[in-house]
């Protein structure tokens, strides 16, 4: 069988010139996602839908016509972006049978380029990030070792990536839950500036906190469905007002460090923080130094109190998103209907899992009257300050943050599933929250293999709307450690 290339722009090149044919991508990808079928990444597969849109794109490039880089291109999207006449889930029985009528705005952007939609992603239960293991339609399991799980909601998207079965796929991120499971897949995984991608069709969780992700296996592809996806959308009174320049990317042995100035947070050595991640993190910081780039410790005092702030608002938002689901409009309906009340309590509570209740419960309890105040309201002045860490460190002229990713290689999935949701949320999230809270980009790279013979990540933060310098420094430090990605086709 024919072996597809290993970029985007490479794929782009070969359609243009009619070296492969999109009969012979169909094929590949089609074997790809049977073989890998076991790790769970999709819940649904749109062979008709593919298959059209290959056609389209053939007929296009034969022709001469392509709409452009990722004409041809096949791509994921996570289950909780709408799709016109395409089930869209959340992983939930709430929306097991949910067939939206329109698109969103980021995968409206992808067809209007001739990307190829292969399928829905798995995830967890509308997006809460308990590791990709909180689907009604399974676990998501790890293509390096499919005992370990695959990272946080987005988690289905990382694997079909990861194993080839696209190139590219969206997914969100709301506390990590783009670059968790990027970390632990050996991936590229992108959480852009709040504001830059519209989030119009994306099933909300926190409004003021998710954002759509996007997970590829390089730096470069990356910035190409960036490029296609990013600007203002009247639709979403949230992104920007302005189109931003394109993201364009030198070649990588042709980047220069000199005069970018890099901090490390001395607040991301935490107690739990794995010595084979640490001993990466000051590998990547010599490197950079070596290559011209000032790097000294900064300090971002109020990062431990972001897993808490987060907790607080993300119930509170979730309280407020949720009460949409009642059994009456959309979704899941009990069919115990003898009141209306009746009707609404045993919908809810056969549609939402534990995750998602405790979190109802929780946000009423912090949004109640005598509790504004003291929960809701100090959570939000402690988000402010998490905030203008970022902004004083930026002010002093550092450029990026190196941090890691995540505290550890992929856990295990038996042992991870033993912990609390929240437990689990601080043990993946503690190094991506706070970009969340920031609304700042972040950007994770893979760099090496543990002694498990499972990624090591690291998570490269710039200042608001700084895409291209932070790509940039990430291709560089892409191209210096050269990461070999496992084939599966």
Not at 33 to 45: D, E, M, Q, S
Not at 272 to 287: C, G
Not at 336 to 352: C, H, Q, W
Request: with cysteine; net charge positive.
């Amino acid at each position: 069988m024919k072996t597809l290339p290993k970029s985007i722009k490479l794929l782009a090149s070969q359609l243009r010139e009619r070296s492969v044919s999109c009969d012979e991508i169909s094929s590949v990808i089609t074997n790809t996602v049977r073989k890998t079928k076991h790790l769970n990444a999709f819940i649904t597969l749109t062979e008709g839908v593919s298959q059209k849109q290959w056609l389209d794109a053939q007929e296009r490039h034969n022709v001469g016509k392509g709409l452009g880089e990722l004409d041809g291109v096949p791509i994921a999207v996570k289950d909780n972006f709408c799709t016109r006449n395409i089930r869209t889930t959340c992983a939930s029985r709430m929306l097991r049978d949910f067939i939206p009528t329109y698109n969103a705005t980021v995968y409206e952007k992808l067809l209007n380029r001739g990307a190829i939609l292969i399928g829905k992603t798995n995830m967890d239960e509308f997006a809460m990030g308990s590791g990709a293991t909180d689907s009604i339609f399974g676990p998501v399991r790890n293509p390096w070792n499919d005992r370990h799980i695959s990272g946080g909601s987005s988690g289905g998207s990382a694997v079909a990536v990861a194993t080839g079965s696209c190139y590219a796929a969206l997914g969100s991120d709301t506390g990590g839950s783009t670059r968790n499971p990027a970390s632990y897949c050996g991936i590229v995984g992108l959480k852009p500036t709040y504001g830059l991608l519209s989030r119009h069709g994306l099933i909300p969780l926190v409004n003021s906190l998710d954002v759509p992700g996007i997970l590829s296996k390089t730096v470069d592809d990356c910035a190409a469905v960036l490029n296609a996806i990013a600007g203002p959308d009247p639709r979403d009174s949230t992104t920007l007002k302005k189109a931003t320049n394109p993201v364009i990317l030198p070649p990588g042995e042709k980047i220069s460090m000199r005069g970018i100035k890099v901090g490390i947070p001395r607040e991301y050595h935490n107690p739990q923080l794995e010595t084979n991640v640490l001993e990466t993190w000051k590998i990547v910081a010599s490197l950079l130094e070596n290559a011209g780039a000032t790097v000294s410790t900064v300090s971002l005092p109020h990062t431990s109190s972001s897993i808490a702030v987060y907790s607080v608002l993300n119930a509170c938002e979730v309280a407020s998103n949720m009460a949409r689901y009642d059994g009456i409009e959309f979704g899941h309906r009990a069919s115990d209907a003898t009141s209306t009340e009746k009707l609404y309590a045993e919908s809810r509570a056969e549609g939402f899992n534990c995750v998602v209740k405790t979190r109802i419960l929780s946000g009423n309890f912090f949004l109640l009257r005598r509790n504004y105040e003291k929960y809701f309201k100090q959570a939000l002045k402690v988000r402010r300050l998490i905030a203008q860490d970022f902004e004083n460190v930026f002010k002093d002229g550092y450029h990026v943050l190196l941090t890691p990713t995540t505290l550890s290689e992929a856990p295990v999935y038996e042992e991870f599933i033993g912990y609390s949701n929240r437990d689990q949320c601080a043990l993946q999230d503690y190094c991506t929250q706070p970009v969340n809270m920031a609304g700042i980009p972040a950007i994770s790279i893979p760099i090496c293999l543990s002694s498990n013979n499972l990624p090591i990540s690291l998570q490269i933060i710039g200042p608001r709307l700084s895409e291209s310098s932070l790509l940039t420094v990430a291709k560089f430090v892409e191209h210096a450690v050269d990461f070999k990605h496992r084939t599966f086709s």
